[in-house]
């Protein structure tokens, strides 16, 4: 259960940390183009266009911010191959026959190096993509990191059972 709400909080901070670098392009909705495939990209990841949107980026922000992730983008799809790699190699150490610690703690020290990466990184395009920010929107980005955190503290200390929790409670 905890490696589930690890997972999600990772997962969240991976989506708003893309949302920055995903500011370059125009949110669907705002840009009067709903197709199929904006639609398909509203619906998974919403929060990430809200963001964009609440960010009211110029046309010039845009190209340039556009230009921070552009600059990144090989980079990042490394380093997230190199993640999803490691991953699937701590999976196989926990799940597999017979229980072998050192496995597990290698492929998870491998998986932390890859993380590592791709948040160095990521510092990187955050700190350049503030500077292409107004004042106000480095408020407003702040704003809503620390809504997206309050919202993932609100679910995780929320009491409410995990569906895990009720499975164990039923058959234990």
């Known amino acids: 259960m905890m490696m589930n709400r690890f997972k999600r909080i990772s997962l969240g901070l991976l989506v708003m940390a893309f949302a920055i670098s995903m500011a370059g ?17 509203m619906k998974e990841r919403p929060s990430m266009l809200k963001a964009l949107h609440a960010l009211r980026l110029s046309e010039e922000q845009k190209k340039e911010v556009a230009a921070v992730f552009k600059k990144y983008r090989d980079t990042q799809k490394g380093n997230l191959t190199s993640l999803l790699a490691a991953r699937e190699k701590l999976s196989k150490a926990i799940y597999s026959d ?3 610690e050192s496995a597990v703690r290698e492929a998870f020290r491998n998986v932390a190096a890859a993380q590592e990466e791709m948040t160095v990184v990521r510092a ?3 700190s350049e993509v503030n500077a292409v920010l107004t004042p106000e929107q480095k408020t407003r980005l702040q704003e809503l990191r620390a809504k997206m955190f309050s919202k993932a503290r609100e679910r995780f200390n929320s009491g409410k059972k995990s569906p895990m929790d009720s499975w164990i409670e039923k058959h234990s």
Do not use: C, L, V
Request: proline residues 9%; glycine residues 14%.
């Open 124 to 126: 990187k395009i955050a």
């Open 98 to 100: 017979g229980y072998n």
């Open 25 to 41: 392009a125009p949110p669907a909705a705002a840009s009067g183009n709903t197709g199929m495939a904006e639609k398909r990209h």
